[in-house]
Nanobody, 122 residues
Framework: QVQLVESGGGLVQPGGSLRLSCAASGIIFSIDDMGWYRQAPGKQRELVATITSGGTTNYAGSVKGRFTISRDNAKNTVYLQMNSLKPEDTAVYYC????????????????WGQGTQVTVSS
């Protein structure tokens, strides 16, 4: 019904940059909050950043000042610009979206992407 497809992950050296994208498609009426989470090996999934439909953002302390979340509501797409990357940023990054579908527009449903690997290493 709704699919989230991420792109932009890869291998980058410490201090480098990457930009992740996540496009939502399907029977979408509207999207409320969108966000990025990450999960490193042996660790729990953690919040990276979120953004409301109006553009209000929230960041984990560990990425504040280095990462920027943004969205294009016309394209149902959320982005994560990651600068000054550190080895501890290595993880699988997942996007999510709270979607109001055409079938049930009154209740948002959270959908997740499949994840994209980000590896920061020299």
């Amino acid at each position: 019904q709704v699919q989230l497809v991420e792109s932009g992950g890869g291998l980058v050296q410490p201090g480098g940059s990457l930009r992740l994208s996540c496009a939502a498609s399907g029977i979408i009426f509207s999207i409320d909050d969108m966000g990025w989470y990450r999960q490193a090996p042996g660790k729990q999934r953690e919040l990276v950043a979120t953004i409301t439909s109006g553009g209000t953002t929230n960041y984990a302390g560990s990425v504040k000042g280095r990462f920027t979340i943004s969205r294009d509501n016309a394209k149902n797409t959320v982005y994560l610009q990651m600068n000054s990357l550190k080895p501890e940023d290595t993880a699988v990054y997942y996007c999510n979206a709270d979607v109001r579908t055409l079938v049930v527009p009154t209740t948002p449903i959270r959908y997740w992407g499949q994840g994209t690997q980000v590896t920061v290493s020299s």
